[in-house]
């Protein structure tokens, strides 16, 4: 019997061992032979890339205007019209530079129209990148009427100058007759000329007119090419889109004042290949509104404590946690970046020398350019701790600092939008307790450091909260009953109301703060903790996507060297 069960057990193991036998010859057998001359191309197609810029055309505006070619196309295109040129760019040829490099500014050198300082010897343009990986085997061309455009950026192609778009049309046409040419560029500028005339917005007609101009040229580019004689036996895609968008002040109500209502970052990216399904790329979900009335803390504002017990808001040796929300206004540098002033605190005063300061005993939370910074005296030491992160320009951010006990070290941790980005050892700062009165907005100063922001929803807690508390309620508007600290609560100021004179404690306590100051009384309708700039440019099309893009599309190998920041986006 034994015997038999290991005779049968034998023939299975060689039934299986016959079968996958079998199936690694079949797998042999689909290799090809090394002499075999057939390429990828017989079964794919060989791959060619035709690349439409237009300067100055804004998404938006060109989403609104009459663009009948453009729209034919989005069936097989991946598409946006809320793609992003360079947040940071202080000129077009910034842009220019994103898209034939591949990265941003702070890796090829330029940000403003000085094409001189570039990088490029670090960061190689597109068409360099092409021709050291594939030698001469992919030709490419650039058409422009400007000529510092085609210095640059024809480098290693044939490089033609154009009178002007319809000059730049019909050499684009005339090269789409070349067999031999695998990637064509097609510089267009008259939008750009109108946006800078007339107005970057669908609403000025000359502007408009020049959209829709451009449009027709794509349609006579578009029948030029699918008239070439092995179209169907190529693999072509098209990518049509504008190095920036123009500075054009949006309608409020179409103001979310998040990256993409900056209309000179706003462009269109249309990736069309025939053998595309649709795909479009919107505007990502930003977060929750904060909607109400709210009090402007600039100039000398501020709320105090006059009445009540401010020993209550000692930080001393105990644990604690302070949350407030902020939203900041652009300052006299038309930015938002603000240096020291002060937005929450309890000490007698706030200025330079804070180090060397005794009388400065106390606490503070102060901004730092675009971040923020949590500083204190105790009765044994000073110090501060960064934030080390920026806040998000032009909507509502939540920051948070909590107190507590690690490893038998007293320790801050730092919150910004629920992310920890700080923790610290202040135990030799000893106890924080001071005489001063509790308030928001301005502390005394001899220095000219002022804010101009909205604060709001404002928490104070004798507990810390915990990493995971802080994240899951930092976006959140208000207390709820089953808050797992709520016992801990020692004031709450909501600080959405039109009274101007008296911020209300709903907490427990009812530690109402007075005001002093004239306080502009504003309603807002804005994001809450949104992600961050980068963040959602992440989330859309890019100008540095665009050579990564063609640099996958012509199966040219991609390095990790080159250290790209652009993605590539794929139609599924």
Known sequence: MKKRILNSISAIMLIILGLNITSCQEEFSKVIPENDTDTVDVIYGTPKVLLLIADGARGESVRTSNVTTINALLPHSIYSWVSLSEENAAGISSNWANLFTGVNYTKHGVRENDLEA???????????????????????STISPNATFLKYFGANTKAQAAQNDEDVT?????????????????????????????????????????????????????KALEARPNYAKENWMVIITSSQGGEYEIPPAQNDNTIFSNAALNTFTIIYSPKYATKFIGKPFI???FIGDFMR????????????????????????????????????DNNYAFWYPSIIGKRQHWQGG??????????VIHLDGESW???????????????????????????????????????????????????ADITGWGSITSDAKFRIGF???????????????????????????????????????????????????????????????EGPLGANLKTNGTYPITTLNDFICAPTSSTLSSMVPRNIDISTQIISWLKVPRQ???GLDGRVWIDK
């Open 118 to 140: 570039n990088k490029f010897d670090a960061y190689p343009l597109l068409a360099a990148r092409i021709k050291e990986s594939s030698g001469d085997s992919i030709k490419m």
């Open 170 to 222: 019909t050499k684009v046409i005339n090269d789409l007759k070349d067999e031999k040419l695998s990637f064509i560029t097609g510089h267009f500028t008259a939008i750009d000329a109108a946006g800078k005339t007339a107005g970057y917005d669908v609403s000025k007609p000359a502007y408009k007119a020049a959209i829709e101009k451009f449009d027709g040229q794509v349609g006579q580019i578009i």
């Open 287 to 289: 977060g929750n509104k």
């Open 297 to 332: 803390f600039n100039a000398e504002n501020y709320a105090q404590l006059d009445v009540g017990d401010n020993s209550i808001f000692n930080l001393d040796n105990t644990d604690f946690t302070i949350e407030l929300k902020i939203k900041k206004n652009k300052g006299r």
């Open 354 to 363: 804070w180090g060397e300061d005794p009388s400065g005993i106390g606490w």
């Open 373 to 423: 910074i949590f500083n204190a005296r105790g009765d044994k030491g000073t110090g501060e701790v960064k934030a080390g992160r920026n806040m998000n320009r032009g909507t509502w951010n939540s920051i948070a600092v909590t107190g507590q006990m690690v490893d038998g070290k007293r320790t801050v941790r730092l919150f910004t939008n629920g992310e920890q980005t700080k923790e």
């Open 443 to 505: 502390l005394e100063t001899r220095e000219g450091w002022r804010s101009d922001a909205y604060i709001a929803d404002v928490k104070f807690w004798k507990e810390a909260l915990s990493p995971e508390t802080i994240k899951q309620y930092s976006c959140d508007v208000g207390i709820v009953s089953n808050h797992p600290n709520i016992n801990f609560l020692a004031a709450y100021w909501p600080m959405n109301s039109k009274d101007a004179t008296t911020i209300v404690d």
């Open 560 to 562: 990790l060297s080159w």
